[in-house]
């Protein structure tokens, strides 16, 4: 156990980029349990056009640095 944890664990902040922010096919949730959900369209994707698609997640903690 780390003497420097905080007493409950550390929470835990998610985003996109800002330039994912508004793309309507991503969307992220944060959950209670401190974990996210990543909710994407059906409808918004296109295999012939794109086979792959990264969705970058800045994931950072209330620890300090």
């Known amino acids: 156990m780390d003497k420097d ?24 949730k944060k959950n209670e349990d401190n974990s996210l959900s990543i909710l994407a369209k059906h409808n918004g994707f296109n295999r012939q056009k794109q086979e ?3 969705l970058p997640i800045i994931i ?3 620890g300090n640095p």
């Open 60 to 62: 950072s903690d209330s």
């Open 5 to 28: 944890d905080p007493k409950n664990g550390h929470y835990f902040l998610y985003s996109l980029l800002p330039e994912m922010v508004n793309n309507p096919n991503f969307t992220i």
């Open 52 to 54: 792959v698609y990264l």
